[in-house]
């Protein structure tokens, strides 16, 4: 691993780098920020995400206020690197190169011209002696600037960016850079070049099809997504003439899922979560349990936090950054009523820090579990005396929500069915535009009651097994 300057691995100034987006005020196009310590020096930070350092100064000649880019922003340099106009540069970097500006300003010399002419210099030498664009030094500028374009005039979120660059072969580092997962299609395409200097692709479709095809389908047809948008990038960025990734098309079908626990099932899992060793009891067994007894999406589950209960009042609100990763676009939490079988299993939960479910204490429990999923198989296999078939997390939420349907609920016209808008709104699902406009219901007296009754069918199910 290259040596890098740890002055600038410090937290205060990633921080201060990371949270500049979150600080542009809506409209604005972008914000400036001086760095202190180097006069003239400022971070331009824009809307669509991308960062870069900029000189102003008086120019000699006119007299006028003037200013230079100096390049994009990079939060680690390797020992011995020297800036480069143009290309991304440490804080470290940018100063020195600020301060070279202001030697020439008092020089009575102009350092746009200089800079420019630089740039065009070092650009000839690379020309003639380098091959092109290597894929993952292009997939790491891509993912860096995922926001070059907005979706629906909003940058993405960062589980969204995290997502698509996991599907390329790139995770975040303990830096605020990208590297190597070892899969995606990176782990086929590692020092390859993508484009000549001159713009031609090296890598076509063709090759493209053939590592796609060697992929898991759902996996497969996301990354044809993500390599799209990247193809897009590379040429809006003239990184390459034309995109090769533009003509794959969708490789397999993806029916809707259907699968759905039977209340033997329920049981068996239910037992298996409850007296099971290790952290097939807590805490994937138990994070099992609240999808159940919530219905509440995997992901909010999985990455649920302490505070977000308030458990006197019997009410989890689910944050709206979780909403936000479904695209509802809500700046509100979602409150969603906790039966007293909910109640009584967080009640019984170890705190371990600010996750409800934790392995180590920082961080949450994984996105697919496939150990605990393949052991909670196992273990339900064993209960039912047959294997079991294979279930997702997600197919939990929809047990409950077709359990809902099929539940009779006390009301002061008798015993009836709950309203479909009563389920969405458990299920937190977004309403159509007419639903939104007229209905001002929250429905969470109607989602109460209809938790309450699914716990209490929930409870007897399970207890037949302690019955037997």
Known sequence: MPAVETEYRSEPFSLWVNNSLKRIPNGKASIAETVKGAPGLQLISRPSGGRSWKYFYQNPTTKRTDSVTLGPVKLTRELGENPVVGEPMTLGMAKELAAYCRRLVREKRDPKPILTKLKRDIEAVIVATWDGHKVDELFREYV?????????????????????????????????????TGNGVLSHWTGKIYAAHDGTVKIDHVEADRVLRQMAPAVADKTIEALRRFGDWAVYYKKANSNPFAILTQLHEHPERERELSAEEIRALWHVASTANGTLNYPYGAAAKLMLLTLQRPGAVRRARWADFDLTAGVWNVPHTERNKRRLRKKEANPVPLSAP?????????????YVFTEDGSNPISEDAKAAMRELHQHMSVELGAPVTRWQWRDLRRTGATGLSRLKVDTQFGPMGLYDRVIHAVLDHARDNIDATYIRNDYLTEARTALNAWAAHLETITSRRAEK
């Open 144 to 180: 860096a600037n995922y926001n070059w374009r907005l979706t629906r005039g909003r940058p993405a979120l960062p589980s969204t960016i995290e997502y698509y660059a996991a599907r390329l072969g790139l995770r975040p580092d303990d830096r605020g850079g990208w590297k190597p």
């Open 342 to 354: 909910a109640l009584t299993l967080l009640n019984s939960l170890p705190h371990r820090g600010d």
